[in-house]
């Protein structure tokens, strides 16, 4: 054991040789990703991973903010690989490795990893890549990344219009003192004393400290233990120590300062930023963010970003939509685009001919989802549907206009409708409705019939997908007992590829797990 513990301070494990094989670049982040020269100043240069990644519609859109992304100490751009894909459908999206993180490069000058002066590199990157000058910014950090941003936000002045802090580090005094502590030593540390203490930390691999410091003990997934891993091993220890020791929170008043939406995340099982910073810090924002309600996510640690993805994604893009512009949610942008074409083109009319028309039975269910008919189509007409499935007792039309079709004409299959926006989730009260739909009308009807036929209920909006999809998972999972996973499986094993917007499944999960 004395051995192979002396071994580990000087040769990585079959383990950790296996995960550092690969780095670990999602393939959108490695396509968007360069390494690009910086001069901070006439006298230092940099080079830095940055990913920029435009807006797939954005020529067809208003001016948008962009979404810059701040990864904390010890930390990489690839942390936010579940961000960067979310956003990435709504907005342009921007991160980089701070100096000596990631891919970035090193240099053993104390002085360049001083929070003013990682700010400096922040702002030298923003202008290069972004060189329109009143472009708006929404900026989001993760642990130290929230240091950065709320100082960057306040040298931006009104360019930043909103800030979002995960894991914020530095309310509580005792917080403060766990920081204060460690840099009493980091200092006067060699280095390689340091990588000693980093291999003891990991000794016990996927759940060694050094892993289990960072993640909720409900996390169970060994990939995600894997991705924790292979970031702390692709660590630089010499950055880590002079970014550690160099770390100052902001001050009362810098939080203060802010005069822009601040919305703050905490993690209840958080063994490196207490969760108990959310409170503090709040007390301190500006009038901006007094009505903003934060949030502390339960079952997650301080890598929440990876543990709980869908949480965070759907309670920030309710932020930026609520709080900062309702132009940065997918939804607005989609039907944006839907209200300068004609809904039903010829283009569209062809992907509608492409999509299946009636999905199988959900397993577990009596329903089935299906796209919208066509009075007159010869294979998809409320006839056809008739004959093709007498299965089918009843339909629920959720389109908000008038289907192109007539229900009057179906003989057998009772049809109810239930208009919704499209684009955008269903809201609580519209879910509540169409359960009620479901189990007061439809159901309550046929039971007071007293027939012995089987109930089945097809759903449709336009594509059945989106909606479609959701109103069903959420009937699966508030009355017939799926979880979040099993019901977005369900739908998606019947009607292939499932629910498409990200943004809905984001908020399935901040809908049933909050």
């Given at each position: 054991?004395?051995?192979?513990?002396?071994?580990?301070f000087?040769?990585?494990n079959?383990?950790?040789?296996?995960?550092?094989?690969?780095?670990?670049?999602?393939?959108?982040?490695?396509?968007?990703?360069?390494?690009?020269n910086?001069?901070?100043?006439?006298?230092?240069?940099?080079?830095?991973?940055?990913?920029?990644?435009?807006?797939p519609?954005?020529?067809?859109?208003?001016?948008?903010?962009?979404?810059?992304?701040?990864?904390?100490?010890?930390?990489?751009?690839?942390?936010?690989q579940?961000?960067?894909?979310?956003?990435?459908?709504?907005?342009?999206?921007?991160?980089?490795d701070?100096?000596?993180?990631?891919?970035?490069?090193?240099?053993?000058?104390?002085?360049?990893?001083?929070?003013?002066?990682?700010?400096?590199?922040?702002?030298?990157?923003?202008?290069?890549?972004?060189?329109?000058?009143g472009?708006?910014?929404?900026?989001?950090?993760?642990?130290?990344?929230c240091?950065?941003?709320?100082?960057?936000?306040?040298?931006?002045?009104?360019?930043c219009?909103?800030?979002?802090?995960?894991c914020?580090?530095?309310?509580?005094?005792?917080d403060?003192?766990?920081?204060?502590?460690?840099?009493?030593?980091?200092?006067?540390?060699?280095?390689?004393?340091?990588?000693?203490?980093?291999?003891?930390?990991?000794?016990?691999g996927?759940?060694?400290?050094?892993v289990?410091?960072?993640?909720?003990?409900?996390?169970?997934?060994?990939?995600?233990?894997?991705?924790?891993?292979?970031?702390?091993?692709?660590v630089?220890?010499?950055?880590?120590i002079?970014?550690?020791?160099?770390?100052?929170?902001?001050?009362?008043?810098?939080?203060?300062?802010?005069?822009?939406?601040?919305?703050?995340?905490?993690?209840?099982?958080?063994?490196?930023?207490?969760?108990?910073?959310?409170?503090?810090?709040?007390?301190?924002?500006?009038p901006?963010?007094?009505?903003?309600?934060h949030?502390?996510?339960?079952?997650?640690?301080?890598?929440?970003?990876?543990?709980?993805?869908?949480?965070?994604?759907?309670?920030?893009?309710?932020?930026?939509?609520?709080?900062?512009?309702?132009?940065?949610?997918?939804?607005?942008?989609?039907?944006?685009?839907?209200s300068?074409?004609?809904?039903?083109?010829?283009k569209?009319?062809?992907?509608?001919?492409?999509?299946?028309?009636?999905?199988?039975?959900?397993?577990?269910?009596?329903?089935?989802?299906?796209?919208?008919?066509?009075?007159?189509?010869?294979?998809?007409?409320?006839?056809?549907?008739e004959?093709?499935?007498?299965?089918?007792?009843?339909?629920?039309?959720i389109?908000?206009?008038?289907?192109?079709?007539?229900?009057?004409?179906?003989?057998?299959?009772?049809?109810?409708?239930?208009?919704?926006?499209?684009?955008?989730?269903?809201?609580?009260?519209?879910?509540?409705?169409?359960?009620?739909?479901?189990?007061?009308?439809?159901?309550?009807?046929?039971?007071?019939?007293?027939?012995?036929?089987?109930?089945?209920?097809?759903?449709?909006?336009?594509?059945?997908?989106?909606?479609?999809?959701f109103?069903?998972?959420?009937?699966?999972?508030?009355?017939?007992?799926?979880?979040?996973?099993?019901?977005?499986?369900?739908?998606?094993?019947?009607?292939?590829?499932?629910?498409?917007?990200?943004?809905?499944?984001?908020?399935?999960?901040?809908?049933?797990?909050?």
């Amino acid at each position: 054991m004395t051995l192979q513990l002396l071994k580990s301070f000087f040769v990585y494990n079959e383990l950790e040789q296996s995960i550092l094989s690969d780095y670990g670049d999602p393939p959108f982040i490695l396509k968007h990703s360069t390494i690009r020269n910086f001069a901070i100043s006439p006298t230092l240069s940099l080079k830095l991973r940055v990913f920029q990644s435009p807006h797939p519609k954005g020529h067809k859109l208003p001016s948008l903010p962009l979404i810059f992304l701040i990864h904390g100490l010890g930390g990489q751009l690839n942390q936010f690989q579940y961000l960067i894909d979310n956003f990435s459908h709504f907005s342009e999206v921007l991160a980089i490795d701070l100096p000596g993180h990631g891919r970035s490069e090193y240099k053993s000058d104390w002085q360049i990893y001083e929070p003013d002066h990682l700010v400096k590199v922040l702002e030298t990157v923003l202008l290069a890549c972004v060189p329109e000058s009143g472009r708006e910014v929404v900026l989001v950090g993760h642990s130290m990344g929230c240091i950065l941003a709320s100082k960057l936000a306040n040298k931006l002045g009104i360019r930043c219009v909103g800030l979002v802090g995960i894991c914020p580090p530095g309310g509580t005094p005792e917080d403060k003192k766990k920081i204060q502590d460690l840099q009493r030593v980091l200092y006067y540390m060699p280095s390689f004393i340091f990588n000693m203490f980093r291999a003891v930390d990991r000794a016990g691999g996927l759940h060694s400290k050094s892993v289990s410091r960072m993640v909720s003990p409900a996390t169970e997934s060994d990939e995600l233990r894997v991705k924790q891993i292979r970031w702390n091993l692709q660590v630089n220890t010499n950055a880590w120590i002079r970014t550690a020791y160099s770390l100052r929170t902001p001050t009362r008043q810098e939080w203060h300062e802010l005069d822009m939406p601040v919305y703050m995340i905490g993690a209840e099982d958080d063994q490196v930023t207490s969760p108990a910073n959310i409170e503090v810090i709040r007390s301190w924002l500006g009038p901006k963010s007094l009505d903003i309600e934060h949030t502390i996510i339960h079952d997650a640690g301080h890598a929440c970003i990876i543990e709980k993805p869908e949480v965070i994604c759907g309670l920030i893009s309710d932020f930026i939509s609520k709080s900062i512009d309702v132009k940065l949610s997918l939804g607005w942008q989609l039907a944006f685009l839907a209200s300068k074409m004609d809904k039903w083109s010829l283009k569209n009319e062809d992907k509608w001919r492409r999509v299946q028309s009636v999905s199988a039975r959900l397993e577990g269910t009596f329903f089935r989802g299906m796209k919208t008919l066509r009075q007159d189509d010869e294979t998809h007409s409320p006839a056809r549907l008739e004959e093709a499935y007498p299965d089918i007792t009843d339909v629920i039309d959720i389109s908000r206009e008038a289907p192109p079709y007539d229900p009057t004409t179906f003989q057998r299959i009772r049809y109810h409708k239930f208009p919704t926006v499209s684009k955008l989730p269903p809201t609580r009260e519209e879910v509540k409705a169409f359960i009620s739909l479901v189990d007061n009308d439809i159901l309550a009807a046929h039971k007071q019939e007293a027939t012995e036929k089987e109930i089945v209920v097809a759903v449709h909006c336009h594509y059945g997908f989106n909606r479609t999809g959701f109103f069903l998972c959420c009937y699966m999972i508030e009355r017939l007992g799926f979880s979040i996973k099993q019901a977005i499986q369900a739908f998606q094993d019947a009607r292939d590829p499932g629910i498409k917007h990200s943004h809905f499944i984001d908020e399935l999960h901040v809908r049933y797990e909050l």
